[in-house]
């Protein structure tokens, strides 16, 4: 960008007066690094991420994702609030006597937030009665989280869906992960 300025002023100006020349493309420069500079604020970024195989029978729960808690800072003058993403791109569903529909919930909770612990709440099925094992199921969900005057630990927990019978086990491979990006509200 600063290449385009400087082919505005004659090089002979810059060769006899450079340091008057070099002045008057700063302004201009700065100017033009506003314009093309992003409206928003730099923010922070807290992240969290497993690549190991887990699984979890789905009877009893919630209970906390291995791997997949973070704690967020308190709040600032800059941020006072959080985005949180949970990521898990590779889940899938079995049960060894396929005879029910199959289904998990996954939830993002912060067991210390005064408004309560369960920030989000999302899930994953199998429509088909009588099979062993689901398809791949990628799941995403994405939270707001207020931040308060001391640090936040937020996890990702499993469990069962209370529609399903039966013992069903989800699983995640590969990789999975929780984040935040810290920002004001």
Known sequence: MLHLFCNVI??????HHKSRGFWQIVPVALFALTLIASPCVA????????????????????????????TLPAATANFNTAVITLNMPNLFLSQPA??????ATLQIVAPALSAGPVVAIGGIGCDNANVLTSG?????????????????????????NPATTGTVTVTTQTFASLSAILAKE
């Open 136 to 160: 791949t199921k990628p799941f995403a969900m994405v939270a707001k989280v207020p931040l308060g005057s001391v640090p936040l630990l937020v996890e990702a927990e499993w469990s069962s």
């Open 10 to 15: 004659p090089k002979e100006t810059l060769m």
């Open 98 to 103: 396929a005879k029910n529909i199959m289904g």
């Open 43 to 70: 923010a922070d970024f807290v992240y969290a991420s497993t690549s190991a195989t887990q699984s979890y029978s789905t009877f009893i729960g919630p209970v906390p994702i291995t791997g997949l808690s973070i």
